[in-house]
């Protein structure tokens, strides 16, 4: 397969029928959802929610969360793993936001294009392509198409994108490759299918919805070696 957006067209109706539209929580407010994007990292869903709420539950407000002590962020923050890392970063974020704005509030966002949110949240410390698009399609309602391990994994696997990008390149390369609406539905659905199916160290190209259009599994097959029919 070539990247193409005939290609990820029909690679979003596959995973459609597969998987069926996909559900997502309720929006959250773009400070919520940026603290709870830096959770996420290295991390799965229920470890992420955990500590938001257990931080949420100890500091009612973001600028409790700025002012507390170090440690004390670190230690509500635990389930989520690499607190020592990202209790700092959310707590410099906190205050970043309340030296540009003078108040820990992003709704200015939503009125500012596309471009030109992506390029606020990317200011921020700490905060990537992948963190930023997640909050600018999650939150804002602006289009974004956020590529975590997985995405990269998948689509790099399925030829949607060259083998020798980053996954910052990724994330411009495959929002220009799917169409706008179905940014939450391809985004979402390749995260399942890479976490069920197209593992990285053992994928199931057997039970693969996708076999047929994928280069790993034509060239995997390649690689397999013939055998020799009995005498």
Known sequence: MRPSRTSANAVNRRLLSAYGHAVWRSPLPPVDELVSTILSQNTNDINRDRAFEALRQQFPTWEKV????????????????????????????????????????????????????RKRLLQFKGVGPKTAAIVMLFSLGKPAFPVDTHVFRVTGRLGLRPENIGEAAAHILLQGLFPPETFVDAHLNLIRHGRQVCLARRPRCDECILGDLCNYRRERAGRQPTRRSPK
């Open 66 to 117: 700025r002012d507390a002590r170090e440690v004390e962020i670190i230690e509500a923050i635990r389930s989520a793993g690499l607190a020592n890392q990202k209790g700092p970063r959310i707590q410099a974020v906190l205050r970043q936001i309340t030296a540009e704005r003078g108040a820990i509030d992003l709704e200015f966002l939503r009125e500012l294009a596309p471009e030109d949110a």
